[in-house]
């Protein structure tokens, strides 16, 4: 048969035996999600445009699950008869691939957009997709099932609120209460706390406090800085519990007899 016949019969009949392996080509999903939803109406709500994207947002879900990968940016397209497209981009800080959370965070960027003209069709279009970290979760979470982890209250809130609107606090170097922390943006990490006690809670204003209800736990700790910038201060802080149970954090000046300020709560 090799003399009547080419090379290629033999090897079909080698893979027919088994003796020869069959190379086959696996499936590779493609590197980008294009789904899109015509719809049988012309639609001006956005309650009408609610069930289309639930329904991209479920099957952009269901794509990354099979390619074990997340989402950070996508972009929502509205269709209009006579008019370009509404894009509406939507943007996360960190890769997920819930189809909960992706159905959250672009209806809070839907209804920001007004609907000016009547929509056709919806489409969802996804082509940012970075590796996916599941998070980390104790075995047992002993947290309330109605409680959000951070990250998640943090998309919600910027896909409510706008991209600027959600920002992190970050310490400075700096040994005056009121100028030891700064705003940040949040996808900056906040650098470790430091190990001395300091309160979450400023005033906007020192409150002048009646020394009769408070009882003194720790101090005095002594802050004296700012003389570079105009601002200098010199006080003596202290740890102190109200009548009621709270604990401040409460100053004398040094130097004047004007009483006890308070300056902040701790939780």
């Known amino acids: 048969m ?7 019969l033999l090897k079909h009949l080698d893979t027919l035996t ?3 392996p ?6 590779q999903p493609p590197d980008r999600f294009d789904g899109r939803i015509e719809l049988n109406f012309d639609v001006q709500s956005h309650q009408a445009l ?3 994207l639930r329904r991209l947002t479920g099957d952009l879900s269901a794509f990354l699950c099979g390619r074990d990968c997340g989402v950070q940016r996508f972009d929502l397209h509205l269709e209009h008869a006579q008019a370009p497209d509404s894009v509406i ?26 609907v000016t003209s009547p929509v056709r069709g919806f489409r969802l279009v996804a082509q940012d997709l970075p590796v996916f970290v599941p998070q980390r979760q104790d075995l047992f979470d002993d947290r309330p099932h109605q409680t959000l982890p951070w990250e998640q209250l943090r998309e919600r809130l910027r896909a409510r609120l ?15 209460p009121e100028c030891a922390w700064q705003a940040a943006a949040d996808k900056h990490p906040c650098p470790a706390l430091s190990p001395v006690q300091r309160p979450g809670w400023l005033l906007n204003e020192p409150t002048l406090l009646a020394e009769h209800g408070v009882h003194i ?24 519990q109200t009548r009621a149970g709270q604990q401040g954090w409460a100053f004398r000046n040094v ?13």
């Open 18 to 20: 088994g003796q020869r």
């Open 89 to 114: 981009k939507v943007g996360l800080l960190s890769a997920e691939r819930e189809p909960a959370m992706l159905f959250e965070l672009a209806r809070g960027r839907l209804e920001q957009v007004q």
């Open 162 to 176: 706008g991209d600027e609107a959600v920002q992190g606090l970050r310490f400075h170097a700096d040994h005056r």
């Open 2 to 8: 090799a003399r009547r016949f080419d090379a290629g």
């Open 22 to 27: 069959l190379p086959l080509a696996f499936y």
């Open 217 to 240: 736990l720790m101090g005095p700790e002594r802050i004296e800085s700012g003389w570079w910038d105009g601002a200098d201060i010199r006080r003596d802080y202290y740890l102190i």
């Open 50 to 52: 609610l069930f289309p």
């Open 255 to 267: 130097g004047q007899c004007d009483g006890l300020w308070l300056q902040g709560w701790f939780a």
